[in-house]
């Protein structure tokens, strides 16, 4: 009798126990689905195409200039009409990864045509950005050659895999609210053209650098080709090769700390030289060499370190570079 209640108890544990796991795994899921539903419709539309066909109407650029912060304060239009007397349209700023480049590229060549020469700015982390999906709003769906689908199987739980994503969401939703802005008012706080074209980099009072190297810290390694989204990379270099553009990627300082931080460097440029070889009128000019710029020099840099795998250039710092970068790709114009 003992024997039968125990055996019987036993499954009745196991089934409460399954159905708590099927309750949790459709509770994760439905949570989920709602939150996907709901920052769809957050990120709407904000007339972005108009405004841009409006700036760039009558206007001629020979070069674009395409990467994340990193490039927003190290390549200038400024000084390549400084220093080559070239026209630059910039589109840079954080959170826009690989693929709100490539959406941006086709949108460029519709309205300010097909440029001559690209620079992208490429970061040592550049398959492991995910472009923020506020930037990803100036693109409607129908524009899109692809939507994006979730697998949700693809984690036990998605609210603990998407984490990051969601608590960006939760922080724009804030912000939002916080300043009461429309989308289309908040899309004018997204670095208007005109300020992105004259900006010639940030004034460093308070530096953020970590000068000294402490006895241990964490060393970043290179996320391989695709992470997150490397395809929307190869598209893009894609359909610059169609267009027959010159494609110059730009290897970015890092202040010495973040240098030796990111310490797989040499997979990263090799993983340069097969796209090199790979692209024809691609060429790879790498700025984050001791040798080719005083990585050590502290007035160059805003923030960086060891331990920190991100790291700005100072408005000092983007002069020497401009000038050191357009010195050696004036050929490209030639």
């Known amino acids: 009798m003992s024997s039968s209640i125990s055996s019987s108890n036993v499954k009745k544990y196991l089934t409460g126990f399954f ?3 099927l309750f949790a795994l459709l509770l994760d899921r439905g949570l989920f ?3 996907y539903n709901v920052e769809a419709n957050f990120y709407t539309s904000n007339q972005f195409e108009e405004r841009f066909a409006r700036f ?6 020979s070069t674009l ?3 994340t912060s990193r490039t927003y304060e190290a390549i200038h239009p400024v000084y390549i009409e ?7 349209f910039k589109e ?3 959170g826009k990864g690989p693929k709100y480049n490539y959406y941006f590229y086709l949108l460029y060549k519709k309205h300010a045509g097909i440029p001559n020469v690209v620079l992208y700015g490429v970061d040592y982390f550049i398959y492991n950005v995910e472009t923020d999906p506020k930037w990803m709003a100036r693109f409607t769906i129908e524009k899109q050659d692809e939507t994006e689908t979730v697998d949700l199987f693809s984690s036990p739980l998605l609210l ?9 969401f939760h922080n724009n939703v804030l912000i939002r609210l916080k300043e009461k802005k429309s989308p289309e008012k908040e899309a004018e706080l997204f670095k208007d053209f005109i300020k992105i074209q004259e900006y010639t980099g940030i004034e460093v009072s308070n530096k953020k650098l970590i000068t000294r190297r402490p006895h241990s810290f964490i060393r970043q390694i290179f996320i391989r080709y695709p992470g997150k989204e490397g395809h929307y990379f190869r598209k893009l270099l894609d359909e610059l090769v169609k267009d027959n553009v010159t494609v110059i990627l730009v290897g970015l300082p890092d202040y010495y700390g973040s240098f030796k931080t990111n310490f797989q460097r040499e997979q990263f440029v090799f993983h340069l030289k097969t796209l090199k070889r790979d692209y024809k009128n691609l060429h790879v000019y790498n700025y984050n060499r001791p040798k080719k710029f005083e990585l050590s020099n502290q007035a160059y840099f805003n923030d960086g370190g060891w331990g920190q795998t991100n790291s700005h250039l100072s408005k000092t710092g983007a002069r020497e570079f401009n000038r050191l970068l357009c010195e050696e790709i004036r050929k490209h114009y030639q």
């Open 65 to 67: 200039i395409l990467g």
């Open 160 to 168: 603990l895999e998407y984490k990051k994503k969601i608590d960006n």
């Open 33 to 35: 689905l709602l939150i």
């Open 56 to 61: 760039v109407k009558d206007k001629q650029y």
């Open 92 to 94: 840079t700023y954080q």
């Open 19 to 21: 159905l708590f796991i």
């Open 82 to 88: 400084e220093h080559l007397g070239q026209k630059a």
